[in-house]
Nanobody, 116 residues
Framework: QVQLVESGGGLVQPGGSLRLSCAAS????????MAWYRQAPGKQREWVAT???????GYVNSVRGRFTISRDNAKSTVYLQLNSLKPEDTAVYYC??????????WGRGTQVTVSS
């Protein structure tokens, strides 16, 4: 059974930082591309960042230079470091595992709230 479990969300002031984690089980983690998405209230889910199985990374323009995605294949975990947070970063953050051989797998999300 595949599971993706996000953690690390919370309430933070503008300008603050958080580190999100997504622990995967039931998949050969190193062979999957991993991504973070977010969904703000009343908005569609949007892609935030990707780290490919080979290590290539990509970011949406609104977070480039502030967020950093990384992975630890030994721990089957992907991370998202969120720095210089803004109120507009408030959302539920989800991780996704994808490959060409299986359906996509999603976690249940972790809430990030940026507010003073």
């Amino acid at each position: 059974q595949v599971q993706l479990v996000e953690s690390g969300g919370g309430l933070v002031q503008p300008g603050g930082s958080l580190r999100l984690s997504c622990a995967a089980s039931g998949i050969i983690f190193s062979t999957y591309n991993m991504a973070w998405y977010r969904q703000a209230p009343g908005k569609q889910r949007e892609w935030v960042a990707t780290i490919a199985s080979g290590g290539y990374t990509g970011y949406v323009n609104s977070v480039r230079g502030r967020f950093t995605i990384s992975r630890d294949n030994a721990k089957s975990t992907v991370y998202l470091q969120l720095n210089s947070l803004k109120p507009e970063d408030t959302a539920v953050y989800y991780c996704k595992a994808s490959s060409t051989r299986t359906p996509d797998y999603w976690g249940r999300g972790t809430q990030v709230t940026v507010s003073s």
